[in-house]
């Protein structure tokens, strides 16, 4: 099977983490591992369409001409780029190619792109004729160790972030990493915040493996062969610890909320910020509020929270944020998907890898975090 992307390290088997919930499945990661996809499909798929971005055309096309080759009708997407893809919009346009296609529930879906095109089509699978199959074929570290693997899928609307979607498991994840050949410095500098993230809950060997080697993804993508390695690692390590969490708690009565540390703010940045802002960035930023907000709340040490900052700047990672929105970010916090009622509910951390959550805090101290992270502390505005 041809893979656009070139090859120029050593290949070695595939690793295959397991999935759980509802259905099972196995998210691969390897190297050059497209010909898996007519397996995955399977014989009782007679179209596909292939949902992916402008920048991903010649991956895209390279997946169509080998599935017709196998005897399958590929059609594709072309999707609008980032976040602009996770709208009502986009999302009709892809039923309306459906729907011209004939496309029926023994058909399937394929994403090729980030997480914004994983989520859209995700989601546009879990609709079309109230859910046929979907394969995520991820393409940035983001979507590879956090957005194709556990079944979150949607779109945004004017209010927030995410806030129409589904839980809809895949048939199967594909990570090549030869696809992060091409992912500019930022996009992968983004990815690692998630990465940072699962270290911070649940796997503080990430963090360690971080810090080591934080200098080495400056150069990004020329890197060292042993970078690569470090790379696989930590793919392999994030989805093994999202695998768990999923497998447990699809629909996040529980324990899946503990993937959402540092989103309840770093979703308001995003929204705030128009979107202009990579998701990772702003979950960083997000990820330093929290831990503020768990210091303040007497929960967590100050070496703990001093731990994010160097971890997230050591990688380039954003740790402040402008000091005159507070208004704008806590109207947006209040839409998080965690809040009850008008009670906001943060998952914060007791002490790296001891998930908890703090429930209802005092407006003052929700305040007073927000003074810690903001850009230049006089210009904080309350109002
Ligand atoms: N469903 C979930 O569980 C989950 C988890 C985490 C994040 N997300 C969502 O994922 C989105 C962020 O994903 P992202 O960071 O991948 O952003 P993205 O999808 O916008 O991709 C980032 C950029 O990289 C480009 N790109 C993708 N692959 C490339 C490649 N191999 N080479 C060159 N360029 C490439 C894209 O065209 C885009 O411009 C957000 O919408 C976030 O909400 C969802
Ligand atoms: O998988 C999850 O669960 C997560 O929360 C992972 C997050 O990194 C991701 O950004 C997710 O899309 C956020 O979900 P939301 O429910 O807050 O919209
Ligand atoms: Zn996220």
Redesign the pocket.
């Known amino acids: 099977m041809s893979d656009p ?1 070139a090859p120029n390290h050593t290949p070695s088997a595939p690793t295959r983490i397991e999935v759980n919930a509802e259905r099972t499945y196995d998210v691969v990661v390897g190297r050059h591992l497209l010909g898996e996809l007519p397996g995955l499909l399977g014989s009782k798929v007679a179209k596909v369409l292939i949902i992916h ?4 055309e010649a ?1 895209a096309q390279g997946v169509r001409e080998d599935l017709v080759e196998q005897g399958y009708e590929a059609l594709l997407a072309v999707i609008p ?3 602009t ?2 709208s009502a919009q986009v999302l009709e346009f892809c039923w309306q190619i459906l729907g011209q296609a004939d496309f029926t529930r023994s058909d399937a879906i394929v994403s ?8 859209l089509a ?1 989601f546009v699978a879990a609709t079309w004729l109230r859910g046929i199959s979907v394969i995520h074929i ?6 590879m160790v ?9 779109i ?1 609307t004017a209010e927030g ?2 806030l129409v ?1 589904a839980f809809h498991p895949p048939a199967g994840v594909l990570c090549d990493l030869a ?6 410095k930022w ?1 992968l500098i ?2 690692l915040a ?1 990465i940072i993230k699962i270290g911070f809950i649940a796997d503080p060997v990430i963090l360690d493996l971080v810090s080591a080697n934080a200098h080495g993804f400056a150069n990004w993508p020329n890197v060292s062969d042993r970078l690569w390695d470090v790379v696989r690692d930590l793919v392999e390590r994030s989805v093994a610890v ?1 695998a768990r969490v999923v497998s447990e708690d699809l629909r996040e009565s529980s324990l899946r909320e503990i ?1 959402n540390y540092g989103h309840t703010f770093g ?1 308001a940045l ?1 929204q705030v910020e128009r ?1 202009a802002w ?3 960035a702003a ?1 960083s930023v997000g990820m330093v509020y929290a831990a503020e907000l768990a210091r303040l709340a007497g929960r967590l040490s100050d070496e703990d929270v001093a731990k994010h900052r160097e971890i997230l700047t050591a990688v380039g990672l954003p740790i402040t944020y402008r000091g005159d929105k507070w208004k704008q970010l806590l109207a947006a916090m209040q839409r998080d998907k965690k809040s009850r009622g008008s009670m906001l509910r943060f998952v914060v951390l007791d002490s790296i890898g001891s998930p908890g959550r703090l429930e209802g805090p005092d407006p003052t101290l929700l305040a007073a975090a927000y003074a810690e992270i903001a850009r230049d502390e006089s210009a904080v505005a309350l109002g």
Do not use: Q, W
């Open positions: 992307i971005p402008e920048s991903l991956t780029d980032a976040e893809a996770k090729i792109g980030g997480g914004t095109a994983t989520d995700g991820p393409t940035t570290l983001l979507a956090d957005a194709a693997v556990g079944g979150k899928t949607g945004n972030k995410n979607g696809a992060l050949e091409t992912l500019p996009d983004a990815g998630e999202k993937l979703h995003e979107y990579r998701h990772g979950v």
